[in-house]
């Protein structure tokens, strides 16, 4: 399609808008990272790096960064498994309540975080601390788990939609079983998407603040951590080196997987 030299400045302008319009802020937050003063005050005096080095050496940033990462593996190990299950149930076999199935999976991701918070700790209360599971890590990655899992079965069954099955059925023909076709068949078929599922639902849980406060009990998470100390006016050069670093480690596991669903090399039907 023929566009006008119109047409292409407005997509132009209308791109570079929409740019601006979501990383003024981020841009705004790591200018304050090396902000001279503990103040927010606009132009920033001058610049530092000494608020890094506090940051870095931050005892409490450190733990709560770390509980952040066991919880984001914790959670994404539950979605590859239950996620993958499922997404394999849904595309392989008919039967009843299939669709019904489909939507309860996805549907916690379009609840709101509150009410998933509300309701994991309500059940935390009543079912398990009675018989000896408390607030804590394990209650973390349950809860984060919830809407990791969509984010695994979505991409697993996207991947499953967009592949061959005649490949699989040919193995079959040719003697092998369910675990030899799964290994040297299905498998490298939906490694790409496991590993892109896998790094989307760490960043979701690695972010993660809202079911976070209704499960963590004592334990603090690196975005607890920062809403907790973000009310310290003495501790806002700091809060804002450590969202610098968040928005640094959130990109990684985005870029990745953003770069393997690009893939071209997928058996699609014929």
Avoid at 79 to 97: P, S
Avoid at 179 to 192: A, G, K, M, S, V
Avoid at 206 to 226: C, N, Q, R, S
Wanted: a positive charge; proline letters at 5%; glycine letters at 8%.
């Amino acid at each position: 399609m023929v566009q006008s030299r119109a047409a292409k400045l407005l997509l132009r302008a209308a791109t570079s808008l929409t740019l601006v319009f979501i990383y003024l802020p981020l841009g705004v937050i790591t200018l304050y990272s090396f902000n001279d003063s503990r103040s927010l005050t606009w132009p920033i005096p001058g610049f530092t790096l000494h608020w890094w080095g506090k940051a870095l050496d931050n005892p409490g940033a450190r733990d709560a960064l770390l509980t952040s990462v066991k919880a984001g593996l914790g959670a994404t190990g539950i979605a590859l498994v239950l996620g993958t299950l499922a997404a394999l149930a849904v595309h392989r076999y008919q039967f009843f309540g299939r669709e019904t199935i489909s939507f309860l999976v996805i549907l916690p991701i379009a609840l709101p975080g509150i009410v998933t918070g509300m309701a994991l700790n309500a059940t935390i209360s009543t079912v398990f601390e009675p018989i000896g599971i408390s607030f804590g890590l394990l209650t973390v990655v349950v809860g984060h788990a919830t809407f990791c899992i969509v984010v695994m079965y979505n991409n697993v069954l996207a991947r499953m939609r967009r592949s061959s099955r005649s490949i699989e059925e040919a193995s079959m023909d040719l003697g092998a079983d369910p675990w030899q076709t799964f290994r040297h068949i299905t498998f490298p078929q939906l490694r790409t998407a496991l590993l892109a599922g896998g790094l989307l639902a760490f960043a979701l849980s690695f972010d993660e603040i809202i079911v976070t406060t209704f499960t963590a009990g004592p334990v603090k998470t690196l975005p607890i951590w920062i809403f907790q100390n973000f009310a310290r006016p003495n501790q806002i050069p700091i809060i804002n080196v450590v969202a610098v670093i968040v928005i640094l480690l959130s990109m990684i596991p985005v870029y990745i997987a953003q770069r393997l669903t690009q893939e071209s090399g997928i058996l699609r039907r014929r």
